[in-house]
């Protein structure tokens, strides 16, 4: 079953315009919400999660139990911004974890 | 200290063949993940190993798979009998306990041709 639908596979914005990644998650239970970045030619690493109510490079997400989402904001988009995402899900556990199938952010100058 | 390292960086196998891929995750991390991630998806989870022992090895996706993490730090993954379809990267990842910030290695492309 998909546990985490990232709707948007390419998002292109403007250098200073509002970003808005979107994340569903299908989950019963307490899941734990992450997302991922990955920058060209790096690694994958944690970009924030929600449990920590973070905000990490201008980066904020909020949980919306009701609508099941995890949508990823920035209010003034950066060139650096640009990037692979994914949104993931960690069980109750932490044994598991499920990723989306990513969006990649363009952030044009 | 250095990040998570993972060898090779690049494997070719003729299909049929095995193949093991090495994960060295960070010194002192406990908890360790093993992801497959084909063209356009995500990643997807296939096995966690907490310590020695393999917690969670549900997302193995059948017995051609196996892994192992004998002393608790280096582990490696090994597939028999190679398909092409097991062409992906395979992504490691450690964390100091489950369920934390999760420290991705560089991955191995494996081709199966």
């Known amino acids: 079953a998909q546990r985490v639908t990232q709707p948007e596979k390419l998002l292109s914005v403007f250098k200073g315009a509002p970003v808005e990644l979107k994340c569903n998650y299908s989950?019963?239970?307490?899941?734990?919400l992450f997302w991922y970045v990955q920058y060209s030619r790096q690694r994958l690493q944690l970009l924030l999660r929600h449990i920590s109510r973070e905000s990490i490079k201008g980066f904020t997400a909020d949980l919306n139990k009701g609508e099941t989402s995890f949508h990823l904001k920035k209010p003034f988009a950066q060139e650096e911004d640009s990037a692979m995402y994914y949104c993931a899900l960690s069980d109750s556990t932490g044994n598991q974890f499920y990723f989306g199938t990513g969006t990649s952010l363009t952030v044009i100058p | 200290g250095a990040g998570v390292s993972q060898t090779p960086s690049n494997k070719v196998t003729e299909k049929g063949k095995y193949v093991e891929l090495r994960c060295d995750p960070i010194?002192?991390?406990?908890?360790l993940y093993w992801y497959r991630q084909s063209l356009g998806q995500g990643p997807e989870f296939l096995i966690y190993f907490q310590g020695t022992g393999a917690a969670d090895d549900s997302g193995l996706p059948n017995d051609r798979f196996f892994a192992v993490r004998p002393e608790g730090s280096v582990s490696t993954l090994k597939i028999q009998r190679t398909e092409r379809g097991d062409s992906a990267v395979y992504l490691c990842?450690?964390?100091?306990?489950?369920?934390?910030?999760?420290?991705f290695g560089p991955g191995t492309r494996l081709t199966v041709t």
């Open positions: 990842a450690s964390s100091s306990y489950r369920g934390y910030e999760q420290y």
């Open positions: 010194s002192g991390h406990t908890a």
């Open positions: 989950y019963s239970g307490s899941p734990e």
